[in-house]
Nanobody, 123 residues
Framework: QVQLVESGGGSVQAGGSLRLSCVVS?????MGWFRQAPGKEREGVAA???????KYADSVKGRFTVSKDNAKNTLYLQMNSLKPEDTGVYYC????????????????????WGQGTQVTVSS
């Protein structure tokens, strides 16, 4: 079984930064960050495989960085140059098998989810 607990959300002005954390218990192969804005579908933001391979949504490339600290069993999402359109509930998620990299940003392959943390970016 895998348990995921996010933290680090909050309110920030446009151009600011936040770092989200997700403490992981249990074995995982692939981990991802997703977000959901009101009235919109959940979308993939970033993912990282155990082999170090990462993938990002085009909308966050160059601004967000996903990383893992295996010693602390923690997944991170460093978010810089935040924009109002980054507002939403952010979720970390995990997969316990090895998907093709084309699937890294597909919510449907993730079987384990955290409770979510709110990020609000004001203009």
């Amino acid at each position: 079984q895998v348990q995921l607990v996010e933290s680090g959300g909050g309110s920030v002005q446009a151009g600011g930064s936040l770092r989200l954390s997700c403490v992981v218990s249990g074995y995982t192969v692939l981990m991802g960050w997703f977000r959901q804005a009101p009235g919109k579908e959940r979308e993939g933001v970033a993912a990282i495989h155990n082999n170090g391979d990462t993938k990002y949504a085009d909308s966050v490339k160059g601004r967000f960085t996903v990383s893992k600290d295996n010693a602390k069993n923690t997944l991170y999402l460093q978010m810089n140059s935040l924009k109002p359109e980054d507002t939403g509930v952010y979720y970390c998620a995990a997969v316990r098998w090895t998907p093709g990299s084309s699937l890294y940003m597909e919510a449907r392959i993730y079987g384990y989810w955290g409770q979510g943390t709110q990020v609000t970016v004001s203009s």
